[in-house]
């Protein structure tokens, strides 16, 4: 098993930054991608970003691309995601999530991910 813990969430006005961690623990060995989705309120959950834990190898999605970033440090076995240029529009429950080696399906699938963090609210004021 993979237990996932996410921080960092927060208020912030349109323009300013964040930036989430994501700490992983147990049989970290077996994960060989890691990811951010998130759920506003009334929409389904979507993906933000991924990163390969071995050649942190980075894939994000179009409506973030530019602004976020992610990062991993193997060392720590924790994850970022450095939110900048915020807007109203990013403001979610983002959470992280583990793909083991064996996983299936698209990086941009929630189905491919089996470990989650319990997320952290992401609030951004205009």
């Given at each position: 098993q993979v237990q996932l813990v996410d921080s960092g969430g927060g208020l912030v006005q349109a323009g300013g930054?964040?930036?989430?961690s994501c700490a992983a623990s147990g049989r970290t060995v077996n994960i060989i991608t890691m990811g951010w989705f998130r759920q506003a309120p009334g929409k389904?959950?979507?993906?933000v970003a991924s990163i390969t834990w071995n050649?942190?190898?980075p894939y994000y999605a179009d409506s973030v691309?530019?602004?976020?970033?992610?990062?991993?440090?193997n060392a720590k076995n924790?994850?970022?995601?450095?939110?900048n240029s915020l807007k109203p529009a990013d403001t979610a429950v983002y959470y992280c999530a583990a793909?083991?080696?064996?996983?299936?399906?698209?990086?941009?699938s929630a189905s491919r991910y089996s470990?989650?963090?319990?997320?952290?609210?992401?609030a951004v004021s205009s």
């Open positions: 930054s964040l930036r989430l389904e959950r979507e993906f050649d942190a190898n691309k530019g602004r976020f970033t992610i990062s991993r440090d924790t994850v970022y995601l450095q939110m793909a083991p080696s064996f996983a299936l399906g698209p990086l941009t470990y989650w963090g319990q997320g952290t609210q992401v």
